[in-house]
């Protein structure tokens, strides 16, 4: 019985941001949908056929728009129920912030997980990077550990920010920073030694290695980024669980 209450609470309120969420359809297909097929189309004809950057380009299409999603989106519903005073309600509820947060993000994951299907989809037709059901099934289950491994990013700056713009601004530089910047869309092994160690303290990083890996098959490598990813993932679980309180705005 204690098991199910909070399954049960985390499901209600996740259909409630859901609802709330789908009244802005004309930013979600941006963010989910026309950026990243944008950016997968441009850098993939720069590529002009070259099938490991093609895979790699396609790679950094899907984690940037998880990035934008799991870090932007969440900080500023954070800050949309703030401004709408909907935050106080949650912090005057017995509503934990960690179910709080995971209801924003299911909200997002179903999203996020059809842009990831209509990139694949998309590389698969325009530059033949095509998959087993099998190894599409292990793409989707590695997406579904880069987003867990990035969960609380989001949550730290919608809790934290001190204004609904504030807040607004410093998500959507820190997730284009992140997504951009971050070497998802080239090797990381490019990135000099003496900073290649700040790139592998960012969970993109490893999540970069883990879908390139998955793509092109090389499966035997990829116990370690499942492993960083894993334990990025317990990390926010534990910080948001014990932790993080709610703060008043």
């Known amino acids: ?29 941006m963010f989910f949908f026309l950026l990243p097929l944008g950016i997968l189309f441009f850098l993939g004809h720069l590529a002009g056929g070259n099938l490991a950057s093609q895979r790699q380009i396609l790679v950094g299409s899907i984690l940037l728009e998880t990035a934008l999603v799991n870090i932007t989106a969440t900080a500023e519903q954070m800050a949309q129920d703030k401004q709408s005073r909907m935050y106080d309600l949650w ?29 694949l989809l998309a590389a698969d037709l325009f530059f033949g990077i095509g998959l087993s059901l099998v190894a599409l099934a292990v793409v989707f289950l590695a997406l579904l550990l880069v987003f867990c491994s990035t969960l609380g990013v989001g949550f730290l700056i919608g809790a934290y920010g001190w204004s609904p713009r504030a807040t607004n601004t410093l998500a959507n530089f820190t997730g284009s920073m992140l997504g951009f910047f ?68």
């Open 1 to 29: 019985m204690r098991l199910w209450r909070p399954v049960a609470l985390t499901v209600d309120v996740s259909w409630l941001q859901f609802r709330n969420a789908l009244r802005d359809l004309g930013p979600l297909l």
């Open 91 to 119: 912090v005057s509820t017995p509503v934990s912030p960690f179910v709080y947060l995971l209801s924003i993000s299911l909200t997002n994951l179903p999203l996020t997980l059809l842009s990831a299907g209509t990139l």
């Open 182 to 249: 971050a070497p998802v869309y080239y090797p990381v092994t490019i990135i000099p030694l003496p900073w290649r160690y700040l790139a592998y303290g960012w969970p993109l990083t490893w999540g970069s290695i883990l879908l390139d890996g998955v793509i092109s098959g090389t499966n035997g490598s990829l116990l370690l980024p499942v492993g960083v990813l894993v334990g990025f993932s317990l990390l926010w679980i534990l910080l948001i669980g014990r932790v993080l309180r709610w703060r008043d705005p």
